[in-house]
């Protein structure tokens, strides 16, 4: 079915509008994808935060003219499904991850920064963490001196308390065995 040139017009400013936005552009070749296994992935994109559209190629050009994304223009070519992102890997991750299931979903390239990347590149971004795990990271990272520190004053805190509490028992224990000493007496002499 053909667009009309106020349709195209739409397409064209609603990609760009999402261009202007993302951070990150995936791209990849979903010739013999079932309509299920497409249902899948863009339910899985929506949940992230990633924009995934079947465009015409030459519409998806002009989309990207002008902004970062222009840089892989011309790698626009065959029937591509195009995943746009403000999250920095999440359109690269939910790609990978699905290329990982889907063998007929072949990534073919993508942008992040202005800066083309091939198949590679788009696993390695999927491969980074995400930021609420990047940033978790770094609070652990921080944690980790303050923790070390309160289980080391701990520890004295605690032997402190058992240095002071050695004396307790020390003098507690001459009494205990004096009074055992002076009942067995006794109870020898009970015996006899």
Same mark, same amino acid.
């Given at each position: 079915m053909s667009l009309n040139r106020s349709e195209k017009e739409a397409v064209i400013s609603e990609v760009t509008s999402l261009a202007a936005q993302a951070q990150t552009l995936v791209m990849a070749e979903y010739r013999g994808i079932t309509v299920a296994d497409m249902n899948k992935l863009r339910v899985t994109a929506r949940s992230n935060g990633v924009s995934l559209s079947v465009l015409k190629n030459t519409l998806a050009r002009r989309a990207v003219g002008g902004s970062s994304f222009d840089v892989i223009a011309d790698q626009m070519t065959g029937p591509?499904? /195009? &995943?746009?992102? %403000?999250?920095? !890997?999440?359109?690269? $991750?939910?790609? @990978?991850?699905?290329?990982?299931?889907?063998?007929?979903?072949?990534?073919?390239?993508?942008? /992040? &920064?202005?800066? %083309?990347?091939? !198949?590679?590149?788009? $696993?390695?971004? @999927?491969?980074?963490p995400s930021k609420e795990v990047l940033l978790a990271q770094l609070c652990g990272l921080l944690m980790s001196p303050i923790s070390r520190t309160a289980v080391v004053l701990g520890a004295l805190a605690a032997k402190k308390g058992e240095g002071a509490a050695a004396p307790e028992e020390a003098a507690a224990e001459p009494v205990a065995e004096a009074a055992a000493d002076t009942a067995a007496p006794a109870e020898d002499a009970a015996a006899a």
């Open positions: 591509l499904i /195009y &995943g746009f992102s %403000v999250d920095a !890997v999440a359109a690269a $991750k939910v790609v @990978a991850e699905f290329a990982k299931t889907n063998d007929k979903l072949v990534i073919r390239g993508g942008v /992040y &920064g202005g800066k %083309v990347l091939d !198949v590679d590149g788009v $696993k390695q971004l @999927a491969s980074i």
